[in-house]
């Protein structure tokens, strides 16, 4: 039995990881969980799940919530994140919160020797190199939950890294992908969130549309399985059927195909490295599907792809940056404070105005990541 302590219970992978845990009540049990601000979602949750610890961003959200047992403990603010990580009775760490809030539990988990299921990608666009470097001292493996990294790290299986030509990333095109950049002008918050496969947060689905989440995901990659940028393409494939794909030395081509449900992934890094029947997911029927399409990535429709292999070639402190710029702007975006293309402008706009600073620690990354939200809210809101 599996104890699991489950940060950003109530958003998209946190209720999916929870779908996961219903079904196996022999294998897991919810331990602790975080979330944000939806009071209601997390007040099914407890309900529902009993867990022993519960963290909460302030006394109101405490307040709010009506806990009729006696073994349920609150934790108050940011730094509890990090202490239910590092609680003896957590075995495994889902880190599935939205944004680079989620860093020091990452860390945490890994001082601690946890298992841990890392959906949360920005934790390693901002400082990959902190995560990993802690994950190869501490010996922990991070078991990727985002759909294109589970299909990796099912195709690496065994393989020697050393084989390997390319990574390709499978990218759906998001939401405006059949729009050209002159029709991106008035698009609508309302049109951004429509993903064509996936039901996901809206912050992720935003960065489908702009492809700063396959940008994200080119940086992801590049850490997980310490592959040079130079080695990871980026196709587009419009069903996400093929979640991504590994070419050996041998042009061997070993890809993970399923229907898209984040399900899969999240519970693979659960039971890694065994597999559990998911009774709730649905077969892959390629017959009916009949056709699968693939095309190339034009860099000059979708720039933020081009934004994120530059930041990530460019290391050092460029990628906080480029990920706290994204998370500003897409929020502003969110909130109707700013168009669809501006997203782009003030990424682009924040990485040029960069002085780059090498091998940045957690203080450094922590300082610019504020600089960088500060200035971009203090001339957009
Ligand atoms: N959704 C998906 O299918 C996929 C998501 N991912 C990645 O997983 C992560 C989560 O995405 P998703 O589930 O879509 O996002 P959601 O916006 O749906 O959920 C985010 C979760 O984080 C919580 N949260 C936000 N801020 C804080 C905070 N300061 N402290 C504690 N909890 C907080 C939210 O709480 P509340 O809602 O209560 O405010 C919510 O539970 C992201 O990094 C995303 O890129 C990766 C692959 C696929
Ligand atoms: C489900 C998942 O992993 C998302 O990150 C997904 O990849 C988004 O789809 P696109 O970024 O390919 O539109
Ligand atoms: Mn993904």
């Known amino acids: 039995m599996k104890s699991i302590t489950l940060l950003g219970a109530t958003g998209s992978i946190g209720l999916q990881t929870l779908d996961v845990i219903a079904e196996h009540p022999d294998q897991f049990k919810l331990y602790a969980i975080a979330f944000g601000r939806n009071i209601k979602k997390a007040q099914e949750i407890i309900n529902k799940f009993n867990p022993a610890k519960v963290v909460v961003l302030d006394e109101t959200i405490r307040q709010a919530l009506q806990i009729h047992n ?44 946890k298992q841990i299921a890392i959906a949360n990608k920005e934790t390693l666009v901002t400082a990959g190199h902190l995560v990993m470097d802690a994950a190869d001292k501490y010996e922990v493996d991070l078991l990727p ?72 995901e080119v940086i992801e990659a590049h850490w997980l399985f310490n592959m040079p940028y130079e080695k990871i393409e980026v196709i587009q494939h419009k069903e996400s059927i093929i979640h991504s ?18 399900r899969v992934p999240i519970q693979y890094a659960l039971t890694y490295p065994q597999r559990l029947s998911l009774s709730s997911s649905k077969s892959l029927d390629l017959v009916e599907m009949g056709e699968l399409h693939f095309s190339k990535m034009d860099l000059n429709r979708f720039p933020c792809l081009d934004f994120a292999y530059q930041a990530g070639k460019t290391g050092g402190s460029m990628p906080t940056v480029l990920n706290a710029a994204n998370e500003t702007a897409v929020d502003l975006f969110l909130h109707e404070q700013i168009t669809f293309l501006e997203i782009e402008n003030i990424i682009e706009h924040a990485m040029l105005t960069h002085n780059n600073i090498q091998n940045p620690n957690l203080e450094t990354i922590n300082a610019i990541d504020l600089e960088i939200r500060s200035k971009i809210n203090e001339s957009y809101r």
Not at 148 to 170: C, M, P, W
Not at 191 to 214: C, F, R, V
Not at 250 to 260: F, H, M, N, R, W
């Open 70 to 113: 006696s073994y349920t403990t609150f934790l108050v603010g940011k730094e509890a994140l990090q202490e239910v990580s590092a609680d003896p009775n957590t075995d495994v760490l889902v880190n599935a919160v939205m944004g680079s809030v989620g860093l020091e539990a990452t860390l945490t988990a890994i001082e601690h020797r």
């Open 245 to 262: 794909m590994v070419e050996y030395a041998d042009k061997s081509v070993i890809a993970q195909l399923g229907t898209p449900d984040m």
């Open 145 to 216: 939950v985002d759909s294109e990294h589970s299909a990796i790290f099912q195709a690496l299986n065994g393989e020697s890294y050393r084989d390997i030509n390319k990574i390709v990333l499978t990218a759906s095109g998001g939401s405006f992908r059949d729009k050209s950049r002159e029709e991106l002008l008035g698009v609508t918050v309302a049109d951004a969130l429509k993903h064509p496969n996936w039901s996901m947060g809206a912050k992720i689905t935003i960065d489908s549309a702009s492809m700063m989440n396959k940008g994200l």
